[in-house]
């Protein structure tokens, strides 16, 4: 897997199509639903009459651990949800997640800490397990 300060993510050898479905899967297996899903290249087609790769948005959300969270920080819900991204490459398709630990710690709470922690070993699972 490949870190960035934001983010953590890994290079798949699969077709956008064949690793989208994995993707979504493997986030209903630790417990996320999708609330939200942009699709950036139809977006940016509609709005700026441009082609792009295949590339989406999903708004991941674990329930449990948004309820936790919100309950000790009601403002939370602006870095809410968890965001993954799924893209077409030269190679194959990339999938990326937010690093919860980044995403969370910038609120300056240590009481968020060990949920931050729990979302992001959740989210290092479904990428592992792709």
Known sequence: MQTVEYGVGRDLAGSYDEVLPRVLEALKAEG??????????????????????????????????????????????????????????DAGTRVAAVNAGAMLGMVGNPELAPIAAEVQSSLTRVLGSL
């Open 32 to 89: 996320f639903g999708v609330i939200t899903e942009i699709d950036v290249r139809k977006t940016m087609k509609e709005k700026l009459g441009v082609d792009g790769r295949p590339y989406v948005i999903l708004g991941a959300c674990n329930p449990k651990l948004a309820h936790a969270a919100l309950g000790v920080e009601a403002d939370l819900g602006l870095l809410l949800p968890c965001n993954v991204v799924v893209y077409e490459t």
